[in-house]
Nanobody, 116 residues
Framework: QAHLKESGGGLVRAGESLRLACATS????????LGWYRQAPGKGREGLLC????????YYDDSVKGRFTMSRDDAENTVYLQMNNLKPEDTAVYYC?????????WGRGTQVTVSS
């Protein structure tokens, strides 16, 4: 059973940046994929981007291209989501996940609120 914990959320103003972290109990170098989703108030969970074991990045949401990037620190088993030029519509709970041995594991999320 893998465990993930997000951190780094908070309240920022439009145009500012945040970096979210996702600490995992698994070796990030051993998982098949790692990624981030978010869920805005009153909406379903939407995929943002993920990184494969080979290091290939795939974006699921064009609205974050050029603003959000992922990185990983395999020594710390941590994945990061750098979010720049935040917009009020980025307000959501952000979740990280890993895909390992055929199973998805999720964190409990961290709240990001962007004021206009």
């Amino acid at each position: 059973q893998a465990h993930l914990k997000e951190s780094g959320g908070g309240l920022v103003r439009a145009g500012e940046s945040l970096r979210l972290a996702c600490a995992t109990s698994e070796f990030t170098s051993a998982v098949y994929a790692l990624g981030w989703y978010r869920q805005a108030p009153g909406k379903g969970r939407e995929g943002l981007l993920c990184v494969s074991a080979r290091g290939d990045t795939r974006y699921y949401d064009d609205s974050v291209k050029g603003r959000f990037t992922m990185s990983r620190d395999d020594a710390e088993n941590t994945v990061y989501l750098q979010m720049n030029n935040l917009k009020p519509e980025d307000t959501a709970v952000y979740y990280c996940y890993i895909y390992l041995a055929g199973t998805y594991y999720w964190g409990r999320g961290t709240q990001v609120t962007v004021s206009s």
